[in-house]
């Protein structure tokens, strides 16, 4: 150590001073040292606004009043948690055991089984007992209807003592939270053993049976609380009517059958309407099946509403689908097409089914009777044949999408469209793109004739313009001349091959081909778009782009060489000079015989050409065997790799050159 002071003198003074200050702040005098301590802060020093809000209120939570807020909080804090200790009702467990609260019992109130407490208390303070978010029943309506318990006749208790005078906050052994088993609970308040009540039930023996199934517990549109729809003889105390005297051995058995003791009052004549194909419960006299025989919340004593009474027994009809039938979705649901007990028609309906249909789509009928073409199932008026009347998951309430609709009666078209290249309306299914299904004005019942029916996907292609140059056919609107309307083997959905369409107009150019001693490969193979647009373009002929950058955008190599080098400035300028397009007599598709060509720009009569040539016949020399036509590092376009001799600009060493 003493060798460390001696080789960091520095180092070991700054240390000394640095103790020192430090001895200085940590250990001042010991009177000061005394009086000072870390005072904790309450949670309300800061939170004035909380304390405002709530430590005034009539009822204030204990934690809170006694500030003991880390009960329920963490000091500090964990952000995801909010601050709390525990999720939910964990929380409050710890004060509020789960056998107070009655959670061993087997019914539970919704709130407490999700785990939301604070749904009814709020967990600091409330105006209300029990630290409720609401005063009594306002409490309850937070989560039920008022409607439900606010008809025209209310339960006296309801209205006197609220909820809980039946019903218990958290949990109960009973159903639906009762304090006591449903009968104990009424025949407490209403004694069986009144002569009042035995009058008003006809003397049987009602307080054997459940009491909420004639009356409403709530509140109702009916005296005597009983439910919103009831059968006559149970509102006139006419239980005799169906039932045994209230004296016989079994009071409450029927006297008849079911549908025997229905039609002791019900006409069944003006229940079926003269129909003679009736509903299957109807026709076995199983009434219940579909009606209560005492009372119900819902219209003609349905023991379910509307819909859901039918979808009982035809389960297939309930299903959730993407398109719902109106009359289904309607009130009237079911019955806006169909007899609840008879008719005269198949499937219960009031009409025939197209005369259903068109009671509704009555403009539908009278736009097609005006059209050229008709379907013929709209025709024959089968429209369940492509619409399912219940609803369904494909547009228009198809019975499914469209295309399989059609195949069910054009079955031959289903592998005929289905080749290498499909149009998209046809792939996808979507026949209804282009076609209407009652009928059109035009062939095949197309929505609307040629190029205007194409435009309305390709609208942008058709766009009208009055530059450039366009295709006739394309002009016209006459797509079908090159393209199949639904599907081909031939890349673009054209008819044929590109080169049978093309030559089907253009027959000059395959005569031409037929005869020519060079072709132009594209012109060849059938490739006519590979330099033409088959629509418009700005350029003449249709071109993609003008020459020479459309040739070169094939000829990769004389474009990197004219890129390069010095340029023939025909080449540079039109290949069209020196080239023809499709097919030429010559080789490489020279316009004419090569000296010829080249005769045009040079003159051979000249002295200094017939001195460069040696004085050779300009019809026997072949100019590109030593000059390159396109482009040349050399000025005169000599090819870059030249015999020596001919390089030194003699013949002789190798050719006799004869003299004139």
């Known amino acids: 150590m003493s060798g460390f002071h001696k080789n960091h003198p520095r180092l070991t003074v700054g240390i000394v001073i640095i103790l020192g200050i430090a001895s200085l702040v940590a250990f001042p005098g010991s009177a000061e040292a005394k009086k000072r301590k870390f005072v904790q802060k309450s949670c309300i020093d800061c939170h004035e606004d909380f304390a405002k809000q709530y430590l005034s209120m009539k009822n204030v939570h204990r934690v809170v009043k006694e500030e003991k807020c880390e009960e329920c909080h963490l000091r500090h804090g964990i952000v995801p948690k ?89 949990a109960s052994s009973e159903e639906n939270l009762l304090t006591k088993p449903p009968r104990r609970l009424c025949v407490d308040c209403h004694a069986a053993d009144r002569k009042s009540f035995k009058e008003a039930h006809g003397g049987y023996p009602v307080e054997e049976a459940a009491c909420t199934v004639c009356h409403d517990p709530h509140s109702s549109e009916q005296d005597n609380l009983l439910r919103t729809s009831s059968h006559a003889p149970v509102v006139g105390g006419e239980c005799e009517a169906c039932h045994n005297p209230a004296s016989a051995k079994e009071p409450f058995a029927v006297t008849r059958s079911d549908g025997a003791i229905c039609l002791e009052c019900h006409d069944k004549e003006s229940l079926t309407g003269g129909g003679l194909m009736e509903h299957a419960p109807f026709a076995g006299g199983e009434c219940l099946m579909c009606h209560s025989p005492h009372v119900s919340e819902y219209p003609s004593l349905l023991v379910e509403p509307g819909n859901q009474l039918c979808i009982a027994c035809h389960d297939d009809k309930g299903a959730k689908v993407r398109v719902p039938h109106a009359p289904v979705e309607s009130d009237r649901g079911c019955l806006s097409c169909h007899a609840p007990h008879a008719a005269t028609h198949e499937y219960l309906l009031s009409a025939p089914a197209s005369d259903v249909c068109l009671g509704c789509h009555t403009d539908v009928e009278k736009q097609t009777a005006e059209l050229k073409n008709i379907h013929p199932p709209f025709e024959e008026r089968m429209c369940t044949t492509c619409h399912n009347p219940h609803g369904s998951n494909a547009p228009n309430i198809l019975v499914s999408r469209a295309d399989t609709v059609c195949y069910g009666c054009h079955a031959e078209l289903e592998d005929e469209f289905r080749k290498t290249y499909t149009h998209p309306p046809v792939n996808n299914g979507v026949c209804d793109t282009c076609h209407h299904g009652h009928g059109s004005n035009e062939d095949k019942f197309l929505k609307v004739s040629g190029g205007e029916l194409c435009q309305r996907c390709h609208a942008d292609l058709m766009a009208e313009t009055d530059q450039g140059f366009i295709h006739p056919p394309f002009e016209d609107g006459e797509c079908l001349t090159c393209h199949a309307p639904h599907s081909s083997d031939n890349p673009g959905m054209l008819v044929d091959k590109q080169s049978t369409v093309c030559f089907g107009c253009h027959s000059d150019l395959e005569e031409g081909l037929a005869a020519a001693r060079s072709t132009h490969r594209p012109v060849a193979d059938g490739q006519c778009t590979e330099c033409h647009s088959p629509h418009k373009s700005a350029l003449e002929h249709q071109l993609l782009a003008s020459s020479p950058d459309l040739c070169l955008g094939c000829h990769l190599d004389k474009k990197d060489k004219m890129a390069s080098e010095n340029n023939h400035p025909p080449a540079a300028r039109d290949c069209l000079r020196c080239h023809r397009p499709h097919f030429s007599s010559e080789p490489r598709l020279v316009t004419q015989p090569l000296h010829q060509l080249c005769g045009d720009c040079h003159d051979v009569t000249k002295d200094g050409f017939r001195q460069a040539h040696l004085g050779i016949e300009p019809s026997e020399i072949n100019c590109i065997s030593c000059h390159d036509p396109h482009a040349s590092k050399d000025p005169k376009f000599f090819k870059p790799i030249m015999h020596g001799p001919f390089a030194a600009r003699t013949c002789d060493p190798c050719h006799v050159v004869e003299k004139e």
């Open 82 to 170: 909010l601050l709390l200790k525990d999720d939910g009702n964990k929380i409050c467990f710890p004060c509020h055991s789960k056998e107070h609260l009655g959670l061993d019992k087997p019914g539970t109130h919704t709130a407490l089984k999700q785990g939301k407490c604070i749904t009814c208390h709020n967990p600091h303070a409330s105006e209300a007992d029990a630290l409720l978010n609401a005063e009594g029943q306002e409490m309850c309506f937070q989560c039920h209807e008022r409607e439900t318990f606010e008809k025209p006749v209310v339960h006296t208790v309801v209205k006197k003592e609220g909820c809980r005078a039946c019903h218990l906050a958290h």
